[in-house]
């Protein structure tokens, strides 16, 4: 029968040990293995030694499994730190209440300017004082004889004002927003409007010309502002509402008649003629023409009439839109 290499070492006996006996023990008949219960595989011994060997990684992880779950925690623990900082840093949605809040805040906090005050502002700058001049008979004082409102139409100078104003003038003078004035002649008139078209001679470099606004989505009840002089005051800004579209105006001693006319109800009086009228946004959709007073004394009671602009601005040739 064929040797079998030993499954153990035996180590050397104690007495061979003590002796000082260079010869090798003899080695021991191996083991047989039981037919019917194989041996269960065991540890490793080391010869000579009869304790389990551990294998090197085992005692590397030994050494090092509390460190390093330790530091698999820390990294566990840091990273949730990090999302939840991110998350509470990262920007809210706004809702509905976030936005009214706001908006509450900055109505209690902050005087904002009115719709009227912002159309003034806007179109303050393109409005001027038209002032009819006779010369007087010793050729020393010029004498006004009356005065309204025009408005500013192009850079190069065209205004726009009522027939009435300038009719009778000898001559014709505007005031301009920065305070200088100049000489203006009448280049156009349409009395079935009774507008008139002025252009001064001198313009100042920083004028500002009016924005034009059509009337064709107009309604009553939508806010105006009436900008002129009145009683040669101004200018003067009064408030109030479209009262009605497509209005007809007999002059007092019926000697003409006016058609398609804004009916309005901010104030306006006797100066106030050629002015513009004015939306919110600072547009002009009329020239302010006439005020209905059934006695004599030609003070506003609520009823004012203008011109479209669409009929105004075709006395220049332009189309506004």
């Given at each position: 029968?064929k ?12 007495d061979?040990?003590?002796s ?33 060997r ?13 460190p ?41 906090n ?9 159309a ?5 700058p ?27 139409i192009?850079?190069?100078?065209m ?58 989505d ?15 005051i101004?200018?003067t ?14 002059s007092?001693?019926?000697q ?32 302010v ?5 059934p ?25 506004p839109?």
């Amino acid at each position: 029968m064929k040797r079998r290499t030993p499954l153990y070492s035996r180590a050397p006996s104690s007495d061979a040990a003590s002796s000082g006996n260079d010869a090798a023990a003899a080695p021991a008949e191996p083991a047989p293995f039981a037919p019917h219960a194989p041996a269960a595989p065991g540890p490793t011994l080391v010869a000579g030694r009869g304790t389990p060997r551990r294998s090197r990684w085992q005692g590397i992880a030994r050494r090092y499994s509390a460190p390093l779950w330790m530091m698999v925690g820390g990294l566990i623990v840091l990273a949730l730190v990090l999302v939840n900082g991110l998350q509470q840093n990262a920007p809210r949605k706004l809702t509905q209440k976030d936005i009214d809040k706001a908006v509450l805040h900055t109505l209690n906090n902050k005087l904002l300017p009115s719709p009227s005050a912002n159309a003034y502002e806007i179109v303050r700058p393109s409005v001027v004082l038209v002032r009819e001049i006779t010369p007087a008979k010793d050729g020393e004082k010029e004498i006004e004889e009356g005065v309204g409102t025009g408005v500013v139409i192009t850079e190069s100078g065209m205004i726009l004002t009522n027939l009435h104003v300038v009719a009778h003038a000898n001559s014709v003078k505007v005031l301009f927003y920065d305070g200088s004035e100049s000489e203006a002649t009448v280049v156009n008139v349409m009395p079935e409007h009774d507008l008139a078209v002025l252009k001064a001679r001198v313009v100042p470099d920083d004028t500002v010309v009016a924005t034009l606004r059509s009337t064709d989505d107009l309604r009553p009840g939508e806010q105006v502002l009436a900008v002129g002089f009145p009683f040669g005051i101004g200018p003067t800004a009064s408030a109030g509402v479209v009262s009605g579209l497509k209005r007809e105006f007999r002059s007092p001693k019926g000697q003409r008649v006016l058609t398609n006319l804004i009916q309005f109800d901010a104030m306006a009086n006797p100066g106030s003629s050629g002015g513009p009228l004015v939306t919110m946004d600072g547009a002009v959709v009329g020239i302010v023409t006439a005020i209905l007073n059934p006695t004599e004394q030609r003070v506003f009671i609520g009823i004012g009439f203008a011109v479209p602009i669409e009929n105004a601005a075709s006395g220049v040739g332009l189309h506004p839109f």
